[in-house]
Nanobody, 124 residues
Framework: QVQLVESGGGLVQPGGSLRLSCVAS????????MGWYRQAPGKQRELVAL???????SYVDSVKGRFTISRDNAKGTVFLQMNSLKPEDTAVYFC??????????????????WGQGTQVTVSS
């Protein structure tokens, strides 16, 4: 089974930066779209940034110009560089990916999977 593990969250002052990483582990044939979502207390989970296999990128309007998503396909990793952080960026950030696994020597059906989340707190 494929697992996604996020890291890099923490407490940062307004205007500061953090870099989130998400590493996929397991028997993987390929990874399609990868993205970062966030969920603040009392709010719905929202898509923050998405990167496709051919590096087409999209961002939610509130982070454009401040956040940058990137991926390393060879390492099964997706990153989120977050600059000029604001208190309203405070949330649990989740990694998401569409993966095609290998099991028993065979390529299996692709599915959508999530990481466990990493807390980002922006506060003075």
């Amino acid at each position: 089974q494929v697992q996604l593990v996020e890291s890099g969250g923490g407490l940062v002052q307004p205007g500061g930066s953090l870099r989130l990483s998400c590493v996929a582990s397991g028997s993987i044939f390929s990874m399609d779209d990868m993205g970062w979502y966030r969920q603040a207390p009392g709010k719905q989970r929202e898509l923050v940034a998405l990167i496709t296999t051919d590096d087409r990128i999209s961002y939610v309007d509130s982070v454009k110009g401040r956040f940058t998503i990137s991926r390393d396909n060879a390492k099964g990793t997706v990153f989120l560089q977050m600059n000029s952080l604001k208190p309203e960026d405070t949330a649990v950030y989740f990694c998401n990916a569409v993966v095609t696994p290998v099991s028993g020597g065979r390529i299996r059906a692709k599915y959508n999977t999530w990481g466990q989340g990493t807390q980002v707190t922006v506060s003075s």
